[in-house]
């Protein structure tokens, strides 16, 4: 079975620009999450997708959103590209949304913001 | 106050040598599941074990087991006979019902298997 894809897997973009990063889950996952990992902050959360609605939104503006399609693929964007925005963007699915439910995660998209 | 405590920045260990990697973690949902992943440099995050919060023993996953103490809500890793493959960060996790099912990291700890 094919693990959780992410393209692109490296980005660079300047201040102001908009970035689209793309997810695609393990076949029959339905749930897929977002983080960002910094050096300095670690890894923070940043949203939860089942089954095409938001469960979970982690302590980010309103410039990070996400989307999630019927065949479960997930799209995150960031509006508005600050310095502090160069991360390593990571994606996960699992089956379901349960407490039980183990993540397994994408190779990561590097952004880099100029 | 943090949901995963991973109190050692970086460790060291021999080559074949067993190491403990410590985590501790704050939740009063009776529901919630308990997790480690290991990432190399390549910074893919890979799952190792899984330890849920009804499970009577203690889970085992090759040379990865996981020291899971309710009471002490503590939940250490130990990977037996280190590799030099097993140099890596160590992430432990949770998830818990009350939270929606939302995943906690700590802060990893650094190993570094020495020859």
């Known amino acids: 079975k094919a693990g959780v894809t992410q393209t692109p897997r490296y980005l660079i973009k300047t201040r102001g620009q908009q970035v689209t990063l793309s997810c695609s889950p393990i076949s029959g996952h339905r749930s897929v999450s977002w983080y960002q990992q910094t050096p300095g902050q670690g890894l923070q959360f940043l949203f939860e997708?089942?089954?095409?609605?938001?469960?979970n939104k982690g302590n980010f503006p309103g410039r990070f959103s996400g989307r999630q399609f019927s065949n479960s693929r997930s799209e995150m964007n960031v509006s508005t590209l600050e310095l502090g925005d160069s991360a390593l963007y990571l994606c996960?699915?699992?089956?379901?949304?349960?407490?039980?439910?183990?993540?397994?995660f994408g190779p990561g998209t590097r952004l880099t913001v100029l | 106050a943090q949901k995963i405590t991973q109190t050692q920045p970086g460790m060291f260990v021999q080559e074949k040598e067993a190491v403990t990697l410590d985590c501790t973690y704050d939740t009063s949902d009776p529901s919630y599941g308990l997790f480690w992943y290991k990432q190399p440099s390549s910074g893919e995050m890979i799952f190792l074990i899984y330890q849920g919060s009804y499970d009577q023993q203690n889970a085992t996953e090759g040379r990865y087991s996981l020291n899971f103490q309710k009471a002490r809500k503590s939940a250490n890793l130990v990977i037996s006979a280190s590799q030099l493959g097993d140099s890596a960060m160590y992430f432990c996790a949770m998830r818990e019902w009350s939270t929606g099912n939302q995943f906690y990291f700590g802060t990893g700890t650094s190993l570094t298997v020495i020859p």
């Open positions: 996960a699915s699992s089956l379901t949304s349960g407490a039980i439910d183990t993540q397994y």
């Open positions: 997708y089942f089954s095409e609605t938001q469960r």
